[in-house]
């Protein structure tokens, strides 16, 4: 399964566990500053998925499973998924 494909699967998964995912670019930065990191915060009541261009698809990827084995495993948990797919939301 191509990282692209996976990560459809994912946030698919995560907009259904109610998780709101958003791209950060890199542009608009101060010289010296560096680039912003994929991350989960949260947003008064609500996570955040938060998904840099800067970082590499399979920090993206890893990021993204993180937050639904965390915030969205009833979402995930009786469902089938891809192999690929599965294997990611393992937990570490």
Same mark, same amino acid.
């Given at each position: 399964?191509? $990282?692209? #494909?996976?990560?459809? !699967?994912? =946030?698919?998964?995560? &907009?259904?566990?109610? /998780?709101? *995912? &958003?791209? *950060?670019?890199?542009?608009?930065? #101060? $010289? ?10 949260? *947003? &008064?009541? @609500? ?8 970082? $590499? !698809?399979?920090?993206? =990827?890893?990021?993204?499973?993180? @937050? ?7 979402? *995930? #948990?009786? &469902?089938?998924? $891809? ?5 990611? /939301?393992?937990?570490?």
């Amino acid at each position: 399964m191509e $990282p692209s #494909e996976i990560m459809t !699967v994912l =946030l698919d998964l995560a &907009r259904e566990a109610g /998780l709101e *995912v &958003r791209s *950060v670019g890199s542009g608009g930065r #101060e $010289p010296g500053e560096p680039a912003p990191a994929s991350a989960v915060v949260r *947003v &008064r009541d @609500a996570f955040w998925v938060m998904l840099s261009a800067a970082d $590499p !698809v399979a920090i993206q =990827l890893e990021v993204l499973a993180g @937050a639904l084995r965390e915030h969205g495993a009833d979402v *995930v #948990e009786d &469902r089938f998924l $891809p192999p690929a797919v599965r294997a990611l /939301l393992m937990p570490a």
